[in-house]
């Protein structure tokens, strides 16, 4: 009488026959047809199936199904490398939070007005990549362009940790420092460049008003159509009073950064934060924090 078993992987049974098939035979088998290693594989009929040199029909009753448990190699190798990659994104945190106090200069341009420095978080992953985005920014036609027309003069341009979720970036003291985030949350990638430009026009809105009233949104949409007007580097678009631009919306502002720094921390044109203003509660914490890292 010929020996098989029913072979169950996911719902999917195979009949298998097994009358000169060991167990090793059989794992090399399911190696083959589902890509699972025979050592991360677990084949179970009334129990886990170990003697590999033993033959089926001795450890598996004729007709039975074999339940086969693993993960196939290639789905394994990709769970490991994001699972290293969070890794490096966890180490690459713990090692800013542990070397934030270090600072990283670069002089910019010898404009009057622009950006007198740079700084990116002292992050060895991507570093320098980080440090170009910020350099590109100041590089950028038509944000200098912007600066020029608005004679802003901003001391410190630098990288915002993503860490600091609740803002995107910040104005401190109308231009003493420009804070953007250009970073993902896991530190691997970073953010697309138009929209930390956008960003920063609106935080450039910030050298002139501080709350988010009706002045600071018709500035900031200004600066929005200016930088793309102005920039007469472009090649092969429209530039000049019919190129596209972004508009702002007001109900955006907040989303942003809440509303200018002060040396404090607290929002210019406003008062100190209280139990109720939850807003402005957390973004003193975020500067707090930032403040006591650069120390």
Not at 44 to 61: E, F, S, W, Y
Not at 106 to 135: C, P, V, W
Request: hydrophobic share 35%; aromatic share 6%.
């Amino acid at each position: 009488m010929s020996h098989s078993i029913a072979l169950s992987y996911k719902g999917h049974v195979t009949c298998i026959p097994t009358d000169t098939l060991t167990l090793g035979q059989l794992r090399a088998h399911v190696e083959q047809q589902y890509g699972i290693s025979a050592v991360d594989q677990k084949l179970i009929c009334k129990g886990l199936l170990r003697n590999d040199t033993a033959m089926i029909r001795d450890l598996v009753p004729n007709n039975s199904k074999v339940v086969v448990m693993g993960t196939p190699s290639a789905e394994l190798a990709s769970f490991q490398a994001l699972n290293a990659r969070r890794q490096i994104g966890r180490a690459n945190n713990l090692k800013y939070r542990a070397t934030s106090s270090d600072v990283y200069h670069t002089r910019a341009t010898t404009d009057e007005y622009g950006f007198d420095s740079f700084k990116e978080l002292n992050i060895a992953h991507r570093q320098r990549d980080a440090l170009q985005m910020l350099h590109r920014l100041g590089r950028d036609e038509g944000v200098r362009q912007v600066m020029r027309k608005h004679k802003y003069s901003v001391h410190l341009l630098r990288e915002l940790h993503p860490s600091e979720r609740t803002i995107l970036g910040y104005n401190r003291n109308r231009g003493e420092e420009i804070a953007l985030r250009l970073r993902t949350d896991d530190l691997e990638g970073f953010r697309d460049y138009e929209s930390v430009r956008r960003v920063l026009m609106h935080e450039l809105a910030h050298m002139v008003w501080d709350a988010h009233d009706d002045n600071f949104h018709k500035l900031n949409r200004e600066h929005c159509k200016e930088v793309v007007e102005l920039d007469w580097t472009v090649r092969g678009q429209t530039v000049g009073p019919q190129a596209e631009y972004y508009e702002p919306q007001p109900k955006e502002a907040e989303a942003v950064d809440g509303g200018s720094l002060a040396a404090s921390g607290f929002v210019l044109g406003g008062s100190a934060p209280s139990s109720s203003d939850s807003r402005d509660t957390m973004r003193e914490q975020t500067y707090s924090a930032y403040m006591r890292r650069a120390k």
